[in-house]
């Protein structure tokens, strides 16, 4: 089976640049997908194909790719980017998400 | 309105069972691949299962393999979950979720608790 590797947690100040990364073997030959889930709801496709963003999500979302680590990056962040945020990959008959990561923005 | 909805969750003993069920509406179902993604209290997602659209490939997590059946109906826009043998580390959020090329629509989810 495949591991997606996240750091636990990220802390940013509003209008500051956040980083998320995400790492895994899998990732090198494999797309990944981004997913912003707030407290008590569903989670939310924010970046598609490493870099890809879905109608709808701001500009400010981007994604990267290198190697085996992708990159989720806030551009500004807002007060209202605070959630959690796992990353996802799907390879052979395995389907995989990061450990997630807490986004903090204060 | 483009929804799916999940049902059939609830409070079940160690070793038995549940179904769960996903009701699609405001797309074309039949198009698209599902997964079903678990979430245990204050933990992390967790994929559990994954049928394309025809249901003819199907795939599943260790942690659930020989236990768990996922199943459509494209006839009745409808996606499903047998879960036999439950354990206690089963309860969690289940969320059924639409896998497009460049989309991704997710359920509510339905709670499903394994105590005795």
């Known amino acids: 089976s495949y591991e997606l590797t996240q750091p636990s947690s990220v802390s940013v100040s509003p209008g500051q640049t956040a980083r998320i990364t995400c790492s895994g073997d899998?990732?090198?030959?494999?797309?990944a997908r981004w997913f912003q889930q707030k407290p008590g709801q569903a989670p939310v496709l924010v970046i598609y194909?490493?870099?890809e963003r879905p109608s709808g999500i701001p500009e400010r979302f981007s994604g990267s790719s290198s190697g085996t680590t992708v990159t989720l990056t806030i551009s500004g962040a807002q007060v209202e980017d605070e959630a959690d945020y796992y990353c996802?990959?799907?390879?052979?008959?395995?389907?995989?998400f990061g450990g997630g990561t807490k986004l903090t923005v204060l | 309105e483009v929804q799916l909805v999940e049902s059939g969750g609830g409070l079940v003993q160690p070793g038995g069972s549940l179904r769960l069920s996903c009701a699609a509406s405001?797309?074309?179902?039949?198009?698209?691949?599902m997964n079903w993604v678990r979430q245990a209290p204050g933990k992390g997602l967790e994929w559990v299962s994954y049928?394309?659209?025809?249901?003819?490939?199907?795939y599943y997590a260790d942690s659930v393999k020989g236990r768990f059946t996922i199943s459509r109906d494209n006839a009745k826009n409808s996606l499903y979950l047998q879960m036999n043998s439950l354990r206690a580390e089963d309860t969690a959020v289940y969320y059924c979720?639409?896998?497009?090329?460049?989309?991704?629509?997710w359920g509510k989810g339905t709670t499903v608790t394994v105590s005795s």
């Open positions: 979720a639409s896998q497009g090329s460049s989309s991704s629509l």
């Open positions: 405001g797309f074309t179902f039949s198009s698209y691949e």
């Open positions: 049928i394309s659209s025809s249901g003819s490939t199907i």
């Open positions: 899998v990732l090198a030959k494999k797309y």
């Open positions: 194909k490493d870099s």
């Open positions: 996802y990959s799907a390879a052979d008959n395995n389907r995989v």
